[in-house]
């Protein structure tokens, strides 16, 4: 019996978790680093040109909405900032928005390109690479029907391939 246990977790458990070849798996949900919080709150502060009183009136966000952690996306040795602003200004029927930053000369950029997803899914950073990037794997809202989807690293942005194919479908 323990032998029919061991092959079951080995085949339906721990080879799945090898074959999508995952680096590292964030749950923005129910996890944080407070540095990676901060710096992504005074990016969306600095980016919308409000102060902390007004993005609050205007839209309920404080350093509570916030959840972002570190992650070094392509080796450098400079950790990215990957997260979610949990607000109504951020969030609408295909999902929430994320936020990728990335420190260019001291300043942050955000560099994923109309990011809608899930966050109630785990983010899984995977070890396969675009363009010196790892991939990211995120589960889709409404559109994508709570299934996942993949995002690549191209033209220094992270886009969703899904959008990008269907657009040129569409030309």
Known sequence: MKKVLLV??????????????IYKDLNLLNNSEPKANKILYEFVLKDLGMSSEEIKKLADIDMNSVKALEIDLNDDGTKEIIGVVY???????AGYSLFILQSIAGKYKNIA??????????VSIL?????????????????Y????????????LYIDMMQVNSIKKLK
Not at 8 to 21: D, E, K, N, R, T
């Open 8 to 21: 079951f977790i080995s085949l339906f458990v721990i080879h799945p978790v090898f074959a999508l070849g």
């Open 87 to 93: 607000s109504t200004m951020y969030w609408g029927t």
């Open 113 to 122: 390109y109309l990011i809608n997803f899930e966050p109630q899914k785990e």
């Open 127 to 143: 070890n396969k690479k675009t363009n010196g990037y790892r991939d990211i794997k995120l589960f889709g809202s409404s559109a």
């Open 145 to 156: 029907r709570f299934k996942p989807f993949i995002l690549k690293f191209d033209n220094g």
